[in-house]
């Protein structure tokens, strides 16, 4: 079982990025789905989560310009970023966790976010 994340890359501030992280594996279910960063310097921290079921919470730094989804059918995750500030920049992890024969927690590999001023 693994996640795989796409999207990423330069942007101005301002602008928009779309994240997506697949799950893909002998996968029965994919419970909570959620984004996460780390900041050069800093320790990882929680952007946003999303059940299955569809509910959400995020990190008050990105309320009301992030916005995370999900396709269950696809076992994908998306994170779509809008207004983004400098402040953004940082690699952005995926996390998932997933039920096989055994409840799992995998990350994706991270993608980076650059947000110039």
């Known amino acids: 079982v693994q996640l795989q994340a796409f999207g990423g890359g330069l942007v101005q501030a301002g602008g928009s990025q779309r994240l997506s992280c697949v799950a893909s594996g002998n996968i029965f279910r994919v419970n909570n789905m959620g984004w996460y960063r780390q900041a050069p310097g800093k320790q990882r921290e929680l952007v946003a989560v999303?059940?299955?079921?569809?509910?959400?919470n995020y990190a008050d730094s990105v309320k009301g310009r992030f916005t995370i989804s999900r396709d269950n059918a696809k076992n994908t995750v998306y994170l779509q970023m809008n207004s983004l500030e400098p402040e953004d920049t940082a690699v952005y992890y995926c996390?998932?966790?997933?039920?096989?024969?055994?409840?799992?927690?995998?990350w994706g590999q991270g993608t980076e976010v650059t947000v110039s001023s």
């Open positions: 999303i059940t299955r079921e569809g509910i959400t």
């Open positions: 996390n998932a966790q997933i039920v096989t024969s055994v409840r799992v927690s995998r």
